[in-house]
């Protein structure tokens, strides 16, 4: 469960922090909250079903907090930059200077598909001796620009 609710933060969370948010922690706060409630509402019934998002909403904001608190602008800017670059089935990695958070993003699929051309990634994230994976997917726009596309 707690796998779980980290790969859906760190998806989301990088979601975010790509397509632009007002601070770092307040998108990991939101994004983690919100996840962390729906995962908690599909345990128990009525009253019980309730505690469960509160505790999910409470557990997620705090994950997603500090996830968010580690991730600067030159890491969204690596962690694009190798999504959308790197060779299929090669390693992107980089590591915080600041924070000492490691970064490995692996371009995994590339294929054409309603949304465009779109790259499926995997991205490992070590935060404070915690690892956590994440998978995502980034479609090319008609402009030229990319769309991250889950989250």
């Given at each position: ?42 345990f128990g019934h009525g009253d019980g079903r309730l505690i ?73 994230v070590t935060v404070n001796g915690q690892t956590q994976r ?18």
């Amino acid at each position: 469960m707690k796998k779980m609710i980290s790969i859906i933060v760190i998806a989301s969370l990088v979601t975010a922090l790509i397509t632009g948010c007002e601070t770092k922690e307040q998108a990991g706060t939101a994004i983690g909250a919100g996840t962390g409630a729906l995962i908690g509402s599909r345990f128990g019934h009525g009253d019980g079903r309730l505690i469960g998002v509160a505790a999910g909403a409470l557990l997620g904001g705090f994950i997603g907090n500090r996830i968010g608190a580690n991730m600067d602008a030159t890491d969204r800017a690596n962690m694009q930059s190798a999504i959308i670059n790197t060779p299929m089935n090669n390693q992107a990695q980089w590591t915080n200077g600041n924070t000492g958070a490691n970064y490995v993003v692996t371009p995994i699929r590339e294929a054409q598909t309603n949304n465009g051309y779109c790259r499926e990634y995997q991205t490992t994230v070590t935060v404070n001796g915690q690892t956590q994976r994440a998978y995502g997917q980034a479609c090319r726009q008609p402009d030229g620009s990319w769309k991250m596309m889950n989250g």
